[in-house]
């Protein structure tokens, strides 16, 4: 037995030298700046710095940030700081492993404002939600936008606020672009839209005159479809029916159109009764006095001439989310009419706002009012089937 101990003994010497492998202590760690909030700061503003180190031969154990200006600033992997002085700084990280080397120092830079000093606009956020979508359907815009300066949104959208929303529906793929712009500079970011393309198809219907017409305020009930006031300044809602029976059960509605840009503008409506406000209103086939509305709800389809900007009815037709709602919920409910109600803001308002700036008025005996009808409104109703 000890002779063959022996022999095993000296095959290993001869082979390999049965001797373990060297760890090189020496070998130094890597460390990387994993995130860092802003990239340009107010002076006093909170910034966070995040990073890790790699060991190939141990642990990382110790971490340590550095301001070129402040000095050492956290011995933490991820910290938060709001002490950065004004001016441009570059921050210094490094990790030590647990042999005590430390890493090389990796850096990023930070320019931290003074107070009331200029600079660029930040976009904190833009983004399209859903980012892909079917060809007919909605998708939102959302941005968020720091400093003073413009906002533009290309293409289609122009000037916005500093912060919101707005629904689209590109028919193609789309890359929208934002810019923000101020003396310092522009800023710009990207959202893309991918859209993807189904057999479409279209009703274009015109309202049925028979169930059409107008309530006055007075009750008094026309067949005829006016908005506005009559010369005795007494309000009319104009109210419109359409036969959407040709639409299959099933079918999802992408757009719905409502064009009345023919209809025959009486005297000068606007912008004397403010806005023109559409909505979803099923009053069956026969119009009713008790159908006229004295208030103004909130959850209107359209409103037209915001601002009181308007003079005349637009070229283009009425659309937006609430009309694919409003139809798709008659549709699912085996209705065959989708019905309307058209009125000025003025209803509302006009009891319950001084006049004496003469904003809301026009003081003349003179009819007021959209002939609405005599423009044969028209509904055009995109769709596909499953």
Known sequence: ????????????????????????????PLAYIDYVSSSQIWAGE????????????????????????????????????????????TIWFKVQDNYGNWSSEVGTNVNVLA???????????????????????????TWDVSGNGRVKIEPDV??????????????????YTIFATNEEGVTTATARVMVSTVPLYTLTTYSVAAEDGTVRKDKVVLDEVMVGETDMQVQMQGFLSFDISAIPSGAIIKSVELDLSKANIINYPFPWQGSLLLYNQQFGSTLR????MTIVPANYLFSWSY??????????????PEFVNTLQRQLDQGSNRYQIRIQFE??????????TDKKYQNLTTNANYIDIGSGKPKLTVKYILP
């Open 1 to 28: 037995m000890k002779k063959v101990a022996i022999a095993i003994l000296s095959i290993c010497v001869m082979l390999t030298g049965c001797t373990r492998a060297t760890i090189d202590t020496k070998q130094p």
């Open 46 to 89: 909170t910034i966070k710095f995040e990073g890790h180190g790699i060991s190939s031969t141990g642990q990382i154990v110790a971490y340590n940030w550095r301001s070129n200006v402040n000095g050492d600033l956290s011995q933490l992997a991820t910290f938060e700081t709001s002490s950065l002085t004004a001016g441009p700084h």
């Open 115 to 141: 107070q009331g000093g200029p600079m660029k606009m930040t976009i904190q956020n833009f983004s399209v939600s859903p980012p892909a979508i079917t060809e007919g359907e909605w998708t939102t815009i």
């Open 158 to 175: 122009g000037e916005v606020a500093l912060s919101g929303s707005r629904s689209v529906r590109p028919a193609r793929d789309t890359t």
């Open 289 to 292: 006095p008790s159908d006229y």
């Open 307 to 320: 601002n009181y900007s308007a003079t005349m009815m637009p070229d283009k037709p009425f659309t937006s």
């Open 346 to 355: 003025k209803y509302y308002y006009y009891s319950r706002v001084d006049y």
